[in-house]
């Protein structure tokens, strides 16, 4: 049984893609260029990277577009930011069960600000931000950093998140993995679970 579960954020527990999607094709519109939403949440599910990479290396363009982008995803509201369907549900589950949920994203403060809104922030044992300073996913420091320090065993603990590199940076830390499948990404094969739907994790964690 599982009793310890290390979760993303963006994609997984929250549904923020469509707001950051936005953002990018208004940062992409400044200069003057149009893009279809599905092509860039395509790449966003590989990571905003190789977005911005993407349409750096075909448009050329200029520097302060990842500050630019940045500017509007910040000022996304918290009601277009709201949590999936069962994510709470799932996380006070968890802790009734007297189990730990963690958080492991990429995202900085905002992470705490949604949370707070939401009334979630207190579901987490500890909720791992950029501002650790970890190296990125799918590399297993902020897994095993988790693990370390809360003395987790490993065979009981899950890593949840919507991307390959989430499920690899679980893998790569030696535990179990769980892809959920928001916006129709392709499979992960290294994935131990895949879902589609948060209310699945109620019998892959015995709830």
């Not at 911005?52 to 200029?62: G, Q």
């Not at 940045?70 to 994510?87: L, Q, V």
């Not at 989430?166 to 892809?179: H, S």
């Amino acid at each position: 049984m599982f009793t310890d579960i290390i979760w993303d954020f963006d994609g997984t527990l929250f549904d923020t893609y469509p707001g950051m999607v936005d953002a990018f094709q208004r940062a992409l519109k400044e200069d003057g260029i149009e893009e279809d939403g599905e092509d860039i949440l395509s790449l966003m599910k590989s990571s905003l990277s190789c977005a911005v990479n993407h349409y750096k290396d075909k448009y050329s363009l200029r520097d302060d577009f990842i500050e630019r982008y940045s500017a509007y995803e910040k000022n996304i509201e918290e009601t277009k930011r709201a949590p999936f369907p069962y994510a709470r549900e799932i996380c006070e589950a968890v802790i009734k069960k007297e189990g730990r949920n963690f958080l492991l994203t990429h995202r900085g403060n905002s992470t705490h600000k949604y949370l707070k809104y939401y009334e979630m922030e207190s579901l987490f044992a500890e909720i791992v931000t950029k501002h650790y300073g970890f190296n990125r996913k799918p590399h297993p420091q902020g897994f095993l950093y988790l693990i370390n320090k809360y003395k987790i065993d490993k065979s009981r603990a899950l890593g949840v998140g919507d991307r390959e590199l989430d499920v690899l940076a679980a893998k790569n830390a030696g535990i179990k993995a769980c892809l959920y499948m928001t916006y129709e990404i392709p499979p992960v094969k290294e994935a131990d679970y895949t879902i589609t739907s948060l209310k699945e994790m109620y019998d892959i964690l015995d709830l």
